[in-house]
């Protein structure tokens, strides 16, 4: 039994409001009514923050009985009442005594109303936690009989507490308050959890994210509150009393902004803050949301569509947030609902007349990095690709084959919990009808797209048919709506002709001076400049990283093109393991860039510290820094070799995750600066042979120093150790490493690591892999690619050379 005088403290802010309004008199006393017009005044909490009444929708002529955030232009609905449907002009909203908040349509038909009252109310209000309330008042006590906090629809506001079995619901899309397929659930046995339900009958799905991880039910840790503290922070309070905590520690101060926590539409969970003081609009920052990659995340489940529909596949936008496609041959079942089901522009029947062969008839797309968690019906093993698709082609039931290590497995429709993943192992065959669609690519398409290119061609036949004036005009006004829907898109920034088209903000030498407090607290430094700690409000994480580049980048109008290219080449790129660009400066003689903060600081600080990180640790940031090579050097719109891949310019974030830092710089480092007289970009003990030998200088640069960088990952000690501290013998990493590995005496790098010893596998194949990727002939080493399916085990690894043994 919980503590009463704990319950006490925790409900303590809901009660100080009752007595403040009844000494504003701000009662609604029963009688009161709201009517559905575009002129009615809501009821106002004394703030004037929040309102309660109807909210008017798109059509004109619909309102939503909701409670708004009032003073922020977006209006932005945090509670809404009657499923989240919509009600005609002219309904009614009465408090009434024995029914509570009683809605009603034009002809005075009831729709809904707050039945849970028990005892009779005897007023409400609205107050400044966005909480409504109606009361009971005697002459003894006061005490609340119902409140929009105790019934939560998609959203948590600061002093707001779910309880044991309370749930918050998703609602179904973006502009639609019915509710959705999402919910997040606070369990019996203390987790809170995420997951999907059927919407015909709420029957709930496996969870796709447990938050908290206390599964003891009933006992001293396991979770029984969520509590959204007035200070802005959300939690978990423990039995034991001890939290834990959900918001990072870094919250914005709650007078001077406006916080929400909502479950999205598309299932995600964010934890939102907006300025009280502001100008223009600034909209909402997401500072924290969970899960990471909801298309990832979803897709452990084997029921339920997952966090597209059926048929579809998930792919993160660079704001973290999903995104539905159909895949190739396939259109949206509803073309309203993007983020629906997605059905075959063909009908593939068991019963066909047999006069064409299956080869004749169908063919296959192949698609990369996607893949659907559909449990396979069958599966062939050992076979070849060409068998596995013949396979495949010749069964009715097969919609998709996939094919790895000499094995197919076949999937048949409708597939489920699809998502874009490159993690995907293997080669994945999407079955399609010769002449519905025929593939234009092997990437996933649109039916949007479509959409628009043949509105596009619509527009063209209109033109080439109609007068030159009429022509002329037309032209004139597409071109002029097409400019400004795109303008708003994009954010122009730069003087006179060197203007860069990017998403990234500039900021004033004013401001990043202010920010940092004169540039005062150092983070780090190194060939490209001093990093400097920073507080901007306006951004995601509150703090930044702010590097300044002055002194490194030469003040010219060509190194100032090539500047703000490198820049919008840098804000284009979007990589779970890469540090993001936020901003940067570009005033005068001064160049900066600003980046997210990330609070565990680099790998080096991680790696070479008293206490030696984990096997797991080790190994998945290894893996996360070889994806985001994998995606500078292959995957993004253009290719960035990185030139200093170290520990140092590795970061790590909040859950200890790989971040890559200062690519794309290396093309700004002035000739004079580098480390040698020869032009050599990089950093002593990481840089590869090439630079001093005047052979081009390609991907396998970065390649080489991560070769060096796995290996230190793996033993945790430095590439090149002062002789009195490690001994001649490890002064060389590498040369070290060569020789334990010919030796067969790879314990000898992990010490005592036990988890290491008991993973000798995974050790195995990772020294082989960073022993592939430092030899000395370019050629020789894998690409990033390569290397990425080598360390995840997805194909054989040959026993490696000794790096040092070929000559020019």
């Given at each position: ?263 999205e539409f598309d299932g995600v969970f964010i934890h939102y803050s907006h300025p009280k003081t502001f100008s223009g609009n600034p909209g909402w920052t997401a500072f924290w949301y969970e ?51 997605c059905k075959p522009n063909f009908t593939e029947s068991c019963e066909e007349d047999g006069t064409t062969s299956a080869e004749d008839a169908y063919g296959f797309v192949e698609l990369i ?208 393991n890469l540090v993001r660009l936020l901003g940067f400066c570009d005033e005068g003689q001064h160049r900066m860039l600003v980046y997210e903060f990330l609070s565990n600081g680099t790998l ?205």
């Amino acid at each position: 039994m919980a503590n009463p005088l704990l319950h006490l403290l925790l409900f303590a802010p809901f009660l100080m409001p009752f007595f403040t309004l009844a000494q504003a008199n701000g009662r609604l006393m029963v009688g009161t009514s709201l009517t559905a017009t575009d002129k009615t005044t809501p009821w106002l909490s004394p703030s004037n923050d929040f309102a309660f009444g109807f909210h008017e929708l798109s059509d004109k002529d619909l309102f939503l009985l909701s409670i708004w955030f009032d003073k922020i232009p977006d209006k932005t609905i945090v509670w809404y009442a009657n499923e989240g449907k919509p009600v005609p002009r002219e309904s009614k909203v009465e408090l009434t005594a024995d029914r509570g908040l009683l809605l009603s349509d034009p002809q005075g038909n009831e729709l809904w109303s707050s039945d849970s009252v028990i005892d009779e109310a005897g007023y409400g209000f609205m107050n400044d936690t966005g909480n409504f309330v109606l009361v009971r008042s005697d002459s003894v006590k006061v005490w609340p009989v119902w409140e929009s906090f105790k019934n939560p629809t998609d959203t948590m506001l600061p002093t707001q507490i779910m309880e044991t079995d309370g749930v918050l619901f998703s609602r179904l899309k973006e502009t639609n308050f019915s509710r959705g397929r999402f919910q997040l659930h606070l369990l019996q046995n203390g987790n809170l959890v995420l997951n999907t339900q059927n919407k015909e009958t709420s029957w709930a799905y496996d969870a796709y994210y447990y938050i908290s991880g206390t599964n003891a039910p009933n006992s001293s840790s396991s979770g029984y509150l969520v509590i959204f503290s007035e200070t802005g922070y959300l939690y978990i309070l423990r039995r034991n009393g001890q939290r834990f905590e959900l918001t990072p520690r870094m919250v914005f101060p709650v007078r001077d902004y406006y916080h929400r926590a909502t479950l999205e539409f598309d299932g995600v969970f964010i934890h939102y803050s907006h300025p009280k003081t502001f100008s223009g609009n600034p909209g909402w920052t997401a500072f924290w949301y969970e899960p990471d990659n909801i298309c990832v995340n979803i897709g452990g489940g084997t029921l339920g569509s997952g966090a597209c529909g059926y048929n579809s596949v998930c792919r993160l936008n660079d704001y973290q947030r999903p995104i539905c496609e159909c895949p190739q041959g396939f259109s949206l079942v509803d073309p309203n609902d993007e983020y629906g089901s997605c059905k075959p522009n063909f009908t593939e029947s068991c019963e066909e007349d047999g006069t064409t062969s299956a080869e004749d008839a169908y063919g296959f797309v192949e698609l990369i990095e996607t893949f659907w968690q559909t449990p396979n019906y069958e599966q062939l093993n050992p076979t070849s690709e060409v068998e596995c698709k013949k396979s495949c082609l010749q069964d009715c039931f097969c919609a998709v084959a996939i094919f790895r290590n000499d094995s197919c497995w076949k999937k048949k429709l409708p597939l489920s919990n699809g998502r874009k993943d490159s993690s995907t192992k293997g080669k994945v065959f999407l079955k399609y009808k010769k002449g519905s669609l025929p593939p234009q690519s092997d990437r996933l398409s649109f039916s949007v797209k479509k959409k628009n290119h043949g509105t596009l061609i619509l527009v063209g036949s209109v033109l080439l048919g109609t007068s030159f004036f009429v022509n002329f005009v037309l032209v004139a006004a597409f071109c002029l709506g097409f400019f400004l829907i795109y303008h708003k898109k994009i954010i122009k920034v730069g003087r006179g002709d060197n203007i860069v088209e990017t998403n990234l903000r500039c900021f004033t030498y004013k401001e990043l001076a202010k920010a940092t407090n004169g540039f005062k607290e150092e983070l780090g430094r190194g060939s490209f400049g001093i990093v400097y700690k920073g507080l901007i409000q306006m951004v995601a994480r509150n703090f930044v990283a702010v590097k300044k580049l002055d002194g490194v980048i030469q003040h010219s109008e060509t190194a100032e093109k090539e500047f703000k290219t490198e820049v919008k080449v840098i804000g284009q790129t979007h990589h779970k393991n890469l540090v993001r660009l936020l901003g940067f400066c570009d005033e005068g003689q001064h160049r900066m860039l600003v980046y997210e903060f990330l609070s565990n600081g680099t790998l080096a600080s991680f790696l070479f510290g008293d206490l030696r990180p984990s096997w797991s640790q080790r190994s998945q940031i290894a893996l996360g820094i070889a994806r985001g090579l994998l995606y500078l050097h292959e995957e993004c719109s253009t290719q960035i070799i990185h030139c200093d891949i170290k520990p140092q310019n590795i970061l790590l974030d909040d859950y200890y995750n790989a971040r890559i830092s200062d690519f794309g710089l290396a093309k700004l480092l002035k000739m004079h600066q580098s480390r040698t007289n020869t032009g050599i970009r990089g950093t002593r003990g990481y840089v590869a042979p090439e630079w001093f030998r005047n052979k081009p200088i390609t991907v396998k640069v970065d390649v080489y120093s991560f070769g060096v960088l796995l290996l230190e990952i793996i033993s945790c000690q430095k590439n090149v150790e002062n002789l009195e501290i490690g001994g001649e013998e490890k002064a060389i990493l590498t040369d070290w490493v060569c020789d334990c590995f010919e030796a067969g005496k790879l314990d000898a790098l992990v010490e005592n690591d036990m988890e290491a010893l008991n993973d000798w596998k995974k050790l195995e194949r990772f020294v082989m892999v960073g022993i592939w990727c430092i030899q000395e002939d370019p050629s020789l080493r894998p690409t990033m690619s390569k290397v990425t399916q080598m360390l995840e085990g997805v194909v054989e690894i040959q026993v490696p050379p000794s790096p040092f043994s070929t000559t020019d």
